[in-house]
């Protein structure tokens, strides 16, 4: 059982464009909600995160969008650059235990 | 700054062998854990600690056994290899199990059995 749902697998957006990426969850006691990014040969690295009692959190052109009573929360990168060219993880935590999302690829084509 | 030290980077196993992945951090960090990254899975959780000489089981425990003797060292063993444990392996440590902290990994264990 999946507890965290995160879609789309892939995404291939043009320079300049935004990429969303969202995800669902199910346990409600979960308490914290970081995404990290992860380049290939490397381990997932903390990107930004967010606490359930706050609906929107902005670090540069990055921002997370929370949506407590659908259980939902997406990821929006503006101004995409080829640098963004990574897989993304969702993830979900209670007590420090973090359950992930399946990934998405992320190609931001020049 | 070493952070989070995965051991070996690369490992190639026939069925029926044991090993054990290193992991070990030097950031005094209490919690500390084990992921297997699968395409199209994520990252699933084996087994965490909370601790020196507290464990617990995660998500996919099953064929792996890990023990925490050390702040530092949390290593992951293999039992008996199987072609289905062939994934990247990932150790993760932050500061405590409670609250909004930032789990740092290591650069990951691509394993294969054979």
């Known amino acids: 059982q999946q507890q965290v749902k995160q879609s789309p697998q892939s995404l291939i957006v043009q320079k300049g464009g935004i990429s969303i990426i969202n995800c669902a969850y199910e346990n409600t006691a979960f308490d914290y909600f970081p995404w990290y990014q992860q380049f290939p040969g490397k381990g997932p690295a903390l990107l930004i995160a967010?606490?359930?009692?706050?609906s929107e959190k902005k670090e540069g052109r990055f921002t997370i969008s929370f949506n407590k009573s659908a259980k939902q929360f997406s990821l929006h990168i503006m101004d995409s650059q080829p640098g963004d060219s990574a897989t993304y993880f969702c993830?979900?935590?209670?007590?420090?235990?973090?359950?992930f999302g399946q990934g998405t690829t992320l190609q931001v084509k020049p | 700054n070493a952070g989070v030290t995965q051991t070996p980077k690369f490992q190639v196993l026939k069925t029926g062998q044991s090993m054990t992945l290193q992991c070990a951090q030097d950031m005094n960090h209490e919690y500390m854990s084990w992921y297997r990254q699968d395409p199209g899975m994520g990252l699933r959780l084996i087994h965490y600690s909370v601790g020196a000489g507290i464990t617990d089981q995660g998500e996919v425990p099953n064929g792996y056994n890990v023990s925490r003797s050390t702040t530092e060292d949390f290593p992951l063993r293999l039992l008996s290899a199987a072609p289905s444990q062939t994934s990247v392996y990932f150790c993760?440590?932050?500061?405590?199990?409670?609250?909004?902290?930032?789990?740092?990994f290591g650069q990951g264990t691509r394993l294969t059995v054979v």
């Open positions: 993760a440590s932050s500061y405590q199990g409670t609250g909004d902290t930032e789990a740092f």
């Open positions: 993830a979900a935590s209670k007590s420090g235990k973090l359950i």
């Open positions: 967010i606490r359930p009692d706050v």
